[in-house]
Nanobody
Framework: QVQLVESGGGLVQAGGSLRLSCVASGNIYEIYDMGWYRQPIGGQRELVADFTSRNTIDIADAVKGRFTISRDDAKNAVYLQMDSLQPEDTAVYYC????????????????WGQGTLVTVTS
């Protein structure tokens, strides 16, 4: 099995910054798409930023210029640097990855982390 463990959420005032981390563990052969989604309380889950299998980055218009995604394949990790946070960024942030792992044998899964809460106060 594969697990994604997120960290770095918390409470911050508007204009502040947070950095989210996500590390994948397990008998991983390869990670394809890896990135971040968020879900406001009572709202829909939406893409924040994602590294695609084509080595491109998809990023939501709402966070362009404020959030930066980075990835460390050696650590099976993805990060989200969030600057100039606004109250509308308040949500549970989820890490997501498309993973091929040994189960045994090559097995594909779309894996989600447990989520980390980001709260931005005005």
């Amino acid at each position: 099995q594969v697990q994604l463990v997120e960290s770095g959420g918390g409470l911050v005032q508007a204009g502040g910054s947070l950095r989210l981390s996500c590390v994948a563990s397990g008998n991983i052969y390869e990670i394809y798409d890896m990135g971040w989604y968020r879900q406001p309380i009572g709202g829909q889950r939406e893409l924040v930023a994602d590294f695609t299998s084509r080595n491109t980055i998809d990023i939501a218009d709402a966070v362009k210029g404020r959030f930066t995604i980075s990835r460390d394949d050696a650590k099976n990790a993805v990060y989200l640097q969030m600057d100039s946070l606004q109250p509308e960024d308040t949500a549970v942030y989820y890490c997501n990855a498309d993973v091929v792992f040994d189960d045994p044998g090559y097995t594909y899964a779309d894996v989600w982390g447990q989520g980390t809460l980001v709260t931005v106060t005005s």
